[in-house]
């Protein structure tokens, strides 16, 4: 099983960006993880959201694979506490397909995106940008794999 953030747009933040490239390089002890991005739309400023939405999620589905479980990281998804989503992954370890979790654009995802995925999941009731939701998702993931090991990392 590999698991795969697959974002709109590249990270222009550098601290988001150093931070999400620590816990990859942690990840990969514990599963395949990999961050795949998708080029941000140009000359949009013509473009409705609706068509923004559409022209990404034309470009996110053609980056999955048929095979792929795909969980979108959306405000009106589940919330977990950490060892909630420990279980979550582990459950999804055991299903064996790859997944691939997906941070959408600024304004969200089409409907065949929403149609095509698996579940979503929201890291906070509060707004994240969609570059500060990679930094957090990866923490939140390797956090994941901590409590399955059993190693310290988190305390309850």
Excluded: C
């Excluded at 933040?13 to 990999?34: C, D, N, T």
């Excluded at 919330?79 to 999804?92: G, V």
């Amino acid at each position: 099983m590999k698991i795969t953030l697959l974002t709109v747009g590249k990270t222009d933040i550098s601290w988001v960006k150093e931070g999400l490239q620590m816990y990859a390089s942690r990840l990969v002890h514990y599963v395949p993880f990999a961050v795949s991005e998708i080029p941000e739309l140009k000359n949009v400023s013509a473009l409705s959201r609706e068509q923004i939405k559409q022209r990404e999620g034309q470009l996110i589905l053609s980056a999955v694979r048929p095979s792929d479980e795909v969980i979108l990281l959306d405000e009106h998804g589940k919330t977990f506490r950490s060892l909630e989503f420990a279980s979550y992954i582990e459950k999804k370890l055991v299903a064996g397909r790859d997944l691939v979790f997906v941070v959408g654009g600024a304004y969200g995802f089409s409907q065949e995106v929403y149609d095509r995925s698996g579940g979503k999941i929201s890291l906070s009731e509060m707004t994240f940008s969609h570059q500060l939701v990679r930094a957090v998702f990866a923490e939140q993931l390797y956090r994941a794999f901590t409590i399955l090991k059993g190693e310290p990392y988190h305390h309850e």
